[in-house]
Nanobody, 119 residues
């Protein structure tokens, strides 16, 4: 059984920084990627950033140049460094792990951590 636990959310002023962490336990060797999604009230959950098992990354356009995703060597920890935060970054941020070797792709989710950016 896979468990993802996020930490690091909170309240920050616009222009500030936060670092989110996600620690995975269980069958982490099945992961082909890990990432971060976010969901603001009234909006759908959207991809923020993803890092593949080989280390390649992709980012949503709205965070490019501001956010950086990284992971531990064992693919059991992923971080999201968020700089130059804007009020529109306010959302619940969810850690995600995927196993794309399965059909359909298996997704695992954390419980979410609130990020609030004040203007």
């Amino acid at each position: 059984q896979v468990q993802l636990v996020e930490s690091g959310g909170g309240l920050v002023q616009a222009g500030g920084s936060l670092r989110l962490s996600c620690t995975a336990s269980g069958n982490i060797f099945s992961f082909t990627s890990m990432g971060w999604y976010r969901q603001a009230p009234g909006n759908q959950r959207e991809l923020v950033a993803r890092i593949m098992i080989g280390g390649s990354t992709n980012y949503a356009d709205f965070v490019k140049g501001r956010f950086t995703i990284s992971r531990g060597a064992a693919m059991n920890t992923v971080w999201l460094q968020m700089n130059s935060l804007k009020p529109e970054d306010t959302a619940v941020y969810y850690c995600n792990a995927q196993n794309s070797r399965r059909t359909p792709t298996q997704d695992y989710w954390g419980q979410g951590t609130q990020v609030t950016v004040s203007s």
